[in-house]
């Protein structure tokens, strides 16, 4: 029988848990979907990501709402994915922060983007029709942007730590607490999504800059919470393995297809039974393929270009 596509089928509610991991200081993780957090300041709210649709993201506020009725100035978004970016309109942020990529790549494949992820992950999409258009960054940077959090709280640090996961991608990072939130430049106990990705400087360069921080505590774009030192190291290890396995295989095969196939054998034994594994695999085996053989942008994925990759490779 043919795999449904992508994550089609998954429509399986998961377990959300919000986390207070210092004061102030908010996760929400959900069983390997996309992860958001919170954190206080003195009279004012940043979040952080802002889930698929308006409606996902008001119910994770109403969770919120049982620790801090604080006003939202500030929405910070890691990279520009749907699944990360649209419900934006729930939060009535004063400011929605991102990169200055995230925007220009908004600007250039926002509305494919929609289409392709709403296609992959419909489960995600809570009432999509509450989408009211794709969310515009009000503030953008290139390298480092820093918040003050107020009342003797510190600061947050948005940081750029190189091409990853996208061109875009951005990390929150409290160095008082030493507290991470990495967007999907780090997964912990879920699969890597690498179909917009730069895989050897993400594998590289920017994995080295995000473990240079030394968080104690780390929150990646899905699955659990990585704690102490020993736990931040080996969901950025983690991370830095699937990444290294995926270049070598994807490297050393002769056509896509034996590619796919390599790939697929050596990552299932460690990350097969982690969330979206085999769902990702044919994107992420398309895009480092053509990122091997010069293709320094990652191609726009459509609904249709999707479709096609996924019936070549794993059907
Ligand atoms: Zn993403």
Request: hydrophobic share 45%.
């Given at each position: 029988m043919?795999?449904?596509?992508?994550?089609s089928?998954?429509?399986?509610?998961?377990?959300?848990?919000?986390?207070?991991?210092?004061?102030?200081?908010?996760?929400?993780?959900?069983?390997?979907?996309?992860?958001?957090?919170?954190?206080?300041?003195?009279?004012?709210?940043?979040?952080?990501e802002?889930?698929?649709?308006?409606?996902?993201?008001?119910?994770?506020?109403?969770r919120?709402?049982?620790?801090?009725?604080?006003?939202?100035?500030?929405?910070?978004?890691?990279?520009y994915?749907?699944?990360?970016?649209?419900?934006?309109?729930?939060?009535?942020a004063?400011?929605v922060?991102?990169?200055?990529?995230?925007?220009?790549?908004?600007?250039?494949?926002?509305?494919q983007?929609?289409?392709?992820?709403?296609?992959?992950?419909?489960?995600?999409?809570?009432?999509?029709?509450?989408?009211?258009?794709?969310?515009?960054?009000?503030?953008?940077?290139?390298?480092?942007?820093t918040?003050?959090?107020?009342?003797?709280?510190?600061?947050?640090?948005?940081?750029?730590?190189?091409?990853?996961?996208?061109?875009?991608?951005?990390?929150?990072?409290?160095?008082?607490?030493?507290?991470?939130?990495?967007?999907d430049?780090?997964?912990?106990?879920?699969?890597?999504y690498?179909?917009?990705?730069?895989?050897?400087?993400?594998?590289?360069?920017?994995?080295?800059?995000?473990?240079?921080?030394?968080?104690?505590?780390?929150?990646?774009?899905r699955?659990?919470?990585?704690?102490?030192?020993?736990?931040?190291?080996?969901?950025?290890?983690q991370?830095r393995?699937?990444?290294?396995?995926?270049?070598?295989?994807?490297?050393?095969?002769?056509?896509?297809k034996?590619?796919?196939?390599n790939?697929?054998?050596?990552?299932?034994?460690?990350?097969?039974?982690?969330?979206?594994?085999?769902?990702?695999l044919p994107?992420?085996?398309?895009?480092?393929?053509?990122?091997?053989?010069?293709?320094?942008?990652?191609?726009?994925?459509?609904a249709?270009?999707?479709?096609?990759?996924?019936?070549?490779?794993?059907?």
């Amino acid at each position: 029988m043919a795999k449904p596509f992508a994550s089609s089928a998954d429509l399986g509610e998961k377990r959300q848990t919000l986390e207070v991991l210092a004061d102030g200081v908010y996760a929400l993780t959900a069983e390997g979907d996309p992860n958001v957090g919170a954190i206080e300041g003195e009279d004012f709210l940043v979040c952080f990501e802002a889930l698929a649709t308006p409606v996902a993201a008001r119910e994770w506020l109403a969770r919120l709402r049982e620790h801090t009725g604080k006003p939202v100035r500030y929405l910070v978004l890691s990279h520009y994915h749907a699944v990360r970016v649209l419900g934006a309109s729930a939060f009535g942020a004063d400011v929605v922060v991102a990169h200055d990529r995230t925007r220009e790549l908004i600007a250039e494949r926002g509305e494919q983007d929609w289409a392709s992820e709403y296609a992959r992950m419909p489960r995600l999409f809570r009432e999509p029709e509450s989408i009211p258009g794709l969310t515009w960054p009000t503030l953008t940077f290139s390298d480092r942007l820093t918040i003050d959090l107020g009342g003797g709280r510190g600061d947050l640090v948005l940081a750029h730590c190189g091409r990853g996961h996208t061109e875009g991608d951005l990390v929150a990072w409290l160095p008082r607490q030493r507290i991470m939130f990495a967007g999907d430049l780090v997964e912990s106990q879920a699969a890597l999504y690498t179909g917009d990705a730069f895989h050897r400087e993400w594998a590289s360069a920017t994995l080295d800059r995000v473990a240079s921080y030394g968080a104690l505590t780390l929150v990646g774009g899905r699955g659990a919470v990585a704690r102490g030192a020993d736990g931040v190291a080996a969901a950025i290890g983690q991370t830095r393995d699937f990444l290294d396995v995926l270049i070598r295989e994807v490297g050393g095969a002769a056509t896509l297809k034996e590619a796919f196939a390599n790939a697929h054998r050596a990552l299932a034994p460690r990350y097969g039974s982690w969330p979206i594994f085999e769902h990702c695999l044919p994107f992420n085996v398309s895009r480092l393929w053509d990122e091997l053989h010069g293709i320094e942008r990652p191609r726009i994925w459509t609904a249709e270009r999707d479709r096609a990759v996924w019936d070549e490779l794993q059907s």
